[in-house]
């Protein structure tokens, strides 16, 4: 391992005591239940190749994994259809808009551009095979995202109700994908399927896992399973490079230079390959919906460490 588990340790620390007391940021409110969640909460994890994970603050915390969830299961894509298929189908491409943005939709004229953005995110789970079962495609979504994390994982009913109750966007976009050709299954069933990934509930320490294992070429370091095949590792990173932070990715790896991917439950999950997964998670969010906290947290472990997935500091 390129680093010992005391610098990891002696980071994550530092990390902790220098942002806990950032104030900025909000709750997000668009969604009622992540409205109500206690915004002090504060949780940084580590996991390491050798399956370790440092831990600190609030990393038992469960809250919902939403967007952050666009990950696992583009990967479960690559899995059933191969890397081509999906850039076919959904692609690779920045929006350079919000996460939820319609107006991307119009602007690509034959696919939706990404996984990691809900129109693509919803195509992703309409491709889930078998195409049409609604029960056994939610339980091939729910079992691999809880292998990605290492272990089980339960929707949060509330946050579930809460978004299905008030998703008429995503509604749009997932009827908007059915005019263009760009959902392979019925689009009601494929919103629904999305909604319940997102509403699924994780630690600090579980979405570190699941970073952990990205960091691991596709092999989980905790449980040793291996998820993926080691070459699509490339591919799944680089789309995290591309969009994690939606419309201010660049701005988050010119000034991070760490692919990570956010949500506005409050986690951000950040990926060095080859040496760590970084969970940070706190709900007070930006104007975009990333966490403050958990970005200035990450910053600062990397800035630490001396890492930086474009080159040497
Ligand atoms: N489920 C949320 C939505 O579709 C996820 C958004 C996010 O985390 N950026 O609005």
New binding site residues.
């Given amino acids: 391992m390129k680093f010992s588990r005391e610098q990891i340790t002696d980071a994550v620390k530092e990390a902790y005591s220098k942002c806990v007391n950032i104030q900025e940021g909000a709750n997000a409110d668009y ?1 009622p239940y992540l409205k109500n969640i206690p915004s002090d909460l504060f949780g940084i994890a580590v996991s390491l190749p050798d399956g370790t994970v440092v831990e600190e603050g609030d990393t038992g915390y469960i809250f919902g994994i ?2 952050v969830s666009k990950v696992p299961t583009a990967i479960l894509v690559m899995n059933q259809y191969g890397p081509d298929i999906l850039m076919d189908k959904i692609g690779a491409d920045a929006t350079g808009l919000p ?2 943005s319609i107006f991307a939709i119009l602007l690509e004229k034959d696919h939706p551009s990404t996984p990691l953005v ?1 129109s693509g995110a919803i195509s992703a789970c309409s491709m889930v095979q078998p195409v049409g079962d609604s029960n056994k495609k939610w339980s091939v979504i729910h079992d691999f995202i809880q292998k990605m994390c290492g272990s089980e994982l339960g929707v949060i009913e509330e946050l579930y109700r809460s ?1 299905s109750e008030t ?1 008429f966007n ?1 509604r749009s976009i997932a009827w908007l994908l059915k005019n263009f050709n760009r959902i392979y299954d019925d689009p009601d069933l494929s919103l629904d399927l999305y ?1 319940r990934q ?1 509403s699924l509930g994780v630690t600090a320490r579980q979405l570190a896992v699941c970073a952990g294992t990205l960091a691991n070429n596709g092999t989980n370091p905790v449980t040793g399973d291996r998820l993926y095949p080691q070459e699509y590792t490339s591919k799944i990173v680089s789309l995290i490079a591309t969009v994690g932070f939606y419309e201010h990715t660049g701005n988050w790896m010119y000034t991070a230079g760490i692919p990570a991917k ?4 409050g986690g951000i999950m950040a990926v060095m390959p080859g040496d760590f997964g970084i969970a940070a998670f706190s709900p007070k969010l930006d104007e975009s ?1 990333n966490s403050v906290k958990a970005q200035a947290a990450i910053k600062y472990i990397v800035e630490k460490l001396g890492v930086n997935v474009y080159g040497c500091r």
């Fill in positions: 969604i939403v967007s996460f939820n809900n978004e998703n995503n909604t997102c956010t949500g506005v439950g919906g």
